[in-house]
C-alpha cells in the first residue's frame, strides 16, 4: 500500500484588507491510480460525455484529481453525477483550472464541455475494489 499527498496553497495581498497566506496537505491511503489525458466529445450529459469515475471502483472515497487543458478560460468542463437522478452538475472548470476533491464510492462521475474536443486530464486514486472491473 501506498500513500497519495496532495498539498494546496493560497496566498495573495491585494484581494481581502490583509494578506493571505494559507497551507493545508493532505495524504490518504492508495494501492492504485491511474492518470488519463482525453479529449471530450460530448457538449452536454449523456452518451457523449466520458466516465471519470465508475461507482464501487474503491472500497472507500476515490481520491479525484481533475485539469481543464484548455487555454481558453470560457470553455468550461463540467462533472456531474450521473448516479443521481437529475445528473447534477457538481463542478464548472475553467479553461487551465483544476480541482481535486474526494468522491464517496458508490458516486459515477461523467464530464463533457462547451466544446468539442476539449482536453481534459484526470486522475482517481484509492484503495481498489477487487470486484469491480471498468470494461
Given at each position: 500500500m501506498g500513500t497519495l499527498k496532495a498539498s494546496l496553497t493560497l496566498s495573495t495581498s491585494d484581494v481581502l484588507s490583509s494578506d493571505v497566506q494559507f497551507t493545508c496537505s493532505s495524504s490518504v491511503n492508495a494501492?492504485?491510480?491511474?492518470?488519463?489525458?482525453?479529449?471530450?466529445?460530448?457538449?452536454?450529459?449523456?452518451?457523449?460525455?466520458i466516465t471519470i469515475y465508475k461507482a464501487s471502483d474503491k472500497v472507500d472515497n476515490a481520491y479525484v484529481y481533475i485539469k481543464n487543458m484548455d487555454a481558453e478560460r470560457e470553455n468550461y468542463i463540467y462533472v456531474y453525477a450521473d448516479s443521481a437522478s437529475d445528473d447534477p452538475v457538481i463542478m464548472k472548470i475553467a479553461g487551465g483550472e483544476f480541482a481535486y476533491f474526494p468522491a464517496k464510492s458508490d458516486q459515477v462521475l461523467k464530464a463533457y464541455a462547451t466544446k468539442v474536443d476539449t482536453i481534459v486530464e484526470y486522475g482517481v486514486f484509492g484503495l481498489d475494489s477487487s470486484s469491480v472491473k471498468l470494461v
Open positions: 494501492d492504485s491510480g491511474s492518470m488519463m489525458r482525453v479529449k471530450l466529445l460530448g457538449t452536454s450529459a449523456g452518451s457523449d460525455a
